[in-house]
């Protein structure tokens, strides 16, 4: 086989093993692919030149020479083709190579990839076993809360029943000696030993049926329009301030403020949470300040527990503590629906009784302020009856008047407010 040959065949069979036609086993790939090609580059380069150029000691080199020189047109060219050929393959060898290279670090990665994985799986199930041991440590204190809460609920119930016999004991002994015609100084002792006012009582019906504190200051807020539009300097003085809703909207909006209240837990618990509220009564409180000297005083479902007497007082004496163009607040539950007037309106009972939104209206500006607005506030989302309704064969067709007036009594504002102005002062 010639030198020409042997060139002709490498090629052959390369190009076979990139067709997938190949004769004879692949290479191993990676390094060995590298040096395979390598090893048969060196053997094909000394005869880059075959077909171009004869060996010294070739055989019969002057008639192969003589050959060689009549067809040199044809085989001028064997020589740079044959070098371009090795050069092409020897940077084939190069890429193979840095393919090569590029497949021993992907295998080295991926390695390091599985031992993370086993690792990762190792880790994972070390946290498996921690989280059920955890499950198992809350499953154990659940059930010591529950115990606690019962323990908790048993030790409130003892308290109660111990704290009404004691005010038992206490009435009776106080009725056993005003029998025996003892004054009222001498039963002083006794009386202070007495619950005063059921306060604690009265907190935890507001707290029941009031709603929480978020619903409570939601329906509050829209009359921070209202002190927003009252100019002036003095405080807000909230009338029977309760659990300080109003106050702590105040204290966020930075408006002076300051609560008045007979019940001393809830004055104990506003004051608890950094609000300005005294224990006093509210009508006395009035009478003591400067006159002219509040911004606004409001009253937030107080003006129902109040005998007429001191309803009136409580008007008169705010009259007087407003500044001019001050204003006057109070809301209460609105009687004109019937749910209200009858039913709900009785849950506490410290309500005296239903006040009706024109009398009240009628009230301040009978006691002298310049302006009174009646506002229904909190009506229910409850569907409302139609004519068809009540009449389906279309007998009360033009009463819709009448099926407003049910809609009211039925499903009606749960409230209203009466705001009164003072009048402004006279240039």
């Not at 007087?320 to 309106?345: D, H, K």
Request: hydrophobic letters at 45%.
């Amino acid at each position: 086989m010639t030198d020409t040959d042997e060139v002709l065949l490498f090629l052959h069979r390369a190009k076979a093993r990139v067709e997938g036609g190949a004769t004879e086993p692949a290479p191993v790939p990676g390094a060995e692919a590298v040096r395979y090609t390598r090893d048969r580059l060196e053997e094909a380069l000394p005869y880059a030149h075959a077909g171009a150029e004869l060996p010294e000691h070739a055989r019969l080199r002057p008639v192969k020479q003589a050959m060689l020189g009549a067809v040199r047109p044809v085989t001028s060219n064997q020589g740079p083709f044959n070098k371009a050929v090795l050069q092409a393959l020897d940077g084939a060898a190069a890429a193979i190579e840095g393919l090569a290279h590029t497949v021993d670090l992907q295998e080295q990665h991926a390695n390091r990839l599985q031992a993370g994985v086993a690792t990762t799986d190792l880790t994972i199930d070390d946290l498996v076993d921690d989280v059920r041991a955890l499950r198992a440590q809350i499953g154990e204190l659940t059930d010591q809360l529950g115990g606690l809460h019962a323990h908790v609920a048993e030790a409130r119930s003892d308290l109660a029943t111990l704290s009404a016999k004691q005010d038992l004991i206490f009435r009776t002994a106080r009725e056993g000696l005003a029998a025996q015609g003892l004054s009222t100084g001498q039963l002083t002792e006794l009386t202070r030993e007495l619950s005063t006012g059921f306060e604690q009582l009265y907190e935890d019906l507001e707290d029941h049926f009031r709603g929480t504190r978020e619903v409570v200051q939601g329906k509050l807020s829209p009359y921070l329009a209202d002190i927003r539009a009252t100019a002036g300097t003095g405080p807000v003085i909230d009338v029977g301030c309760g659990r300080g809703e109003w106050l702590d909207l105040l204290r966020t909006d930075e408006v002076t403020a300051y609560g008045v209240d007979i019940n001393a837990v809830v004055v104990e618990r506003c004051q608890g949470m950094g609000l300005d509220v005294r224990e006093a009564d509210a009508l006395v409180h009035l009478r003591e300040i400067p006159e002219g000297s509040a911004r606004a005083i409001t009253s937030f479902h107080v003006a129902e527990h109040l005998s007429l007497d001191t309803l009136i007082g409580l008007v008169d004496a705010a009259l007087v503590a407003l500044q001019p163009g001050g204003i006057l607040i109070f809301e209460t539950p609105n009687p004109t629906n019937v749910n209200v007037g009858a039913a709900s309106f009785y849950l506490d009972p410290t309500h005296l009784k239903p006040l009706h939104p024109q009398f009240l209206e009628f009230l301040v500006a009978q006691r002298g302020f310049a302006e009174a607005e009646v506002r229904y506030l909190n009506i229910e989302d409850l569907p409302a009856l139609t004519v068809d309704d009540l009449a389906p064969n279309g007998e009360l067709a033009r009463s819709q008047a009448l099926v407003d007036r049910v809609n009211w009594a039925l499903s009606g504002p749960l409230d209203y407010c009466v705001v009164a102005r003072k009048a402004p002062a006279t240039a």
